[in-house]
């Protein structure tokens, strides 16, 4: 039986219009499937630049501090000048009158001015190479956080200090990438820092909240980060970590950002509008993430300051130095609390023993040298 005539353009009219709907229906959803893909990546662009952010800061901090004590070193050394030339005034004319108890006394002051010269200028110097280190890294990672919000790297942190040798081990092409005072090395999750003996390197983390010196023949592994954590593995040596207690971070970050404001007012300054204008929109990140250090226990802190020493037959060692650092074992079920002037410590099997008190005094200041 035929179709009657007209029926047959009413039903491929039909047809069009349905196949019409279906595909924009298909249109609707896949739309609706990209938004939130397409704001996830803009989140995900806006995180990688904030830990940048909160890290410009904590350079300009250090590099401030260095400038501040090189004009204290400065003043020190005009003041011990000032005295040895008065002390030397003194010998000369305590020899012409034959005063030999004035003569040692000017002697001694000589000798004790000349000491004090002689380390204000070991510190001036230490002071300038920090301040040099402090702004070559500063530069870098300005540099990086003017690029593009969503480049693919997932940087996890910014060596900020090398002394002697040390290198970076990268997990997405092996390469080995030797660290110098002139360059700042960024870290992936996955890629390691080596230090060698009488060596040392210093990196950035956590928004700018932590930072870890790695002491001689240290190794250090990046990881992925965990739920509302960043996680370092500690595989040998010895490390100094001290992570900033929130509310004093967001003040310094306050602070900066009122400074720059004012600064702005006046001075046309590229950088200080930059940092300005990302200030509101990394606001809503709360730094609220936790630091995790692991080598055969998790350690968990927040606004602390702790060494750990690892040894591949001995085990951890953990010395907390101010606040409190959690220590979990990874066998069992046991949790301790190390406060500070404690030590926890765990043998290679992940077993904890019972927190430890110690006398901080005695301990050896490495991460200051």
Request: charged fraction near 30%.
């Amino acid at each position: 039986m035929g179709i009657p005539d007209g029926e047959g353009e009413k039903i491929g009219g039909q047809l069009m219009n349905k196949r019409f709907f279906k595909f924009a229906a298909a249109v609707v959803v896949l739309v609706f499937l990209l938004c939130p893909a397409v704001s996830m990546a803009k989140e995900l662009g806006v995180h990688r630049q904030s830990w940048l952010f909160g890290i410009i800061f904590k350079l300009k901090t250090m590099k401030d501090k260095e400038i501040a004590g090189i004009r204290k070193y400065d003043a020190e050394i005009q003041k011990c000048n000032a005295t040895i030339r008065a002390s030397e005034d003194i010998i000369s004319k305590a020899r012409q009158k034959g005063n030999i108890k004035a003569e040692q006394i000017a002697r001694e002051a000589l000798r004790t001015a000349q000491e004090a010269k002689r380390k204000n200028e070991e510190m001036k110097s230490l002071a300038e190479l920090n301040k040099k280190r402090a702004e070559t890294a500063y530069a870098s990672v300005y540099n990086q956080f003017s690029k593009e919000a969503g480049g693919k790297e997932e940087i996890r942190g910014v060596v900020s200090s090398v002394s002697g040798n040390a290198f970076i081990l990268l997990k997405r092409d092996n390469a080995t990438i030797p660290l110098s005072d002139d360059r700042a090395g960024f870290l992936q999750p996955g890629d390691e820092i080596w230090t060698l003996g009488k060596s040392s390197a210093e990196l950035q983390m956590l928004d700018g909240r932590g930072s870890v010196r790695l002491g001689e023949y240290s190794r250090f592994r990046m990881e992925e980060d965990s739920a509302g954590a960043q996680v370092i593995n500690i595989m040998n040596g010895r490390i100094h970590a001290a992570v900033d207690k929130l509310d004093e971070h967001q003040k310094m970050i306050e602070d900066k950002i009122r400074a720059y404001k004012e600064d702005l007012k006046t001075v046309n300054d590229e950088i200080k509008q930059k940092l300005v204008e990302a200030h509101d929109k990394f606001l809503r990140w709360s730094y609220q993430k936790k630091f995790e250090v692991r080598t055969n226990v998790i350690m968990s802190v927040r606004g602390t300051q702790f060494l750990v020493y690892e040894d591949e037959k001995m085990g951890t060692e953990l010395i907390v130095l101010e606040g409190s650092v959690e220590m979990k074992g990874i066998k069992g079920d046991k949790t301790i609390i190390v406060n500070a002037g404690y030590k926890g410590t765990a043998a290679k099997d992940g077993i904890l023993s019972d927190p430890e008190k110690i006398d901080l005094s005695k301990i050896e200041r490495w991460w200051e040298k």
